[in-house]
Nanobody, 111 residues
């Protein structure tokens, strides 16, 4: 059974950093569509960053220059490095690979 297991969320002060990880079943890690999404209370889920199997990346304007998406094929793990965090980054973050979703991890940024 395919599983995506996320980790790395938590509480951090504004300006701090966190790194999210998403460990995936190896058989799906070659999928072309991999990304991180987030959903804040009362808001729709939005794409934060994506990466293709060829390494091309895309970021939401709100996180450009602060967040970096990467992957380790040997570990079948997707990462999201988040720097210079802002209170508005507070949300539940989800990884998505192909049609599969992680369970979500809470990121809270205090001012």
């Amino acid at each position: 059974q395919v599983q995506l297991v996320e980790s790395g969320g938590g509480l951090v002060q504004a300006g701090g950093s966190l790194r999210l990880s998403c460990a995936a079943s190896g058989t799906i890690f070659s999928a072309n569509a991999m990304g991180w999404y987030r959903q804040a209370p009362g808001k729709q889920r939005e794409l934060v960053a994506s990466i293709t199997r060829y390494g091309s990346t895309n970021y939401a304007d709100s996180v450009k220059g602060r967040f970096t998406i990467s992957r380790n094929r040997f570990k079948s793990t997707l990462y999201l490095q988040m720097n210079s965090l802002k209170p508005e980054d507070t949300a539940v973050y989800y990884c998505s690979i192909s049609e599969y979703w992680g369970q979500g991890t809470q990121v809270t940024v205090s001012s």
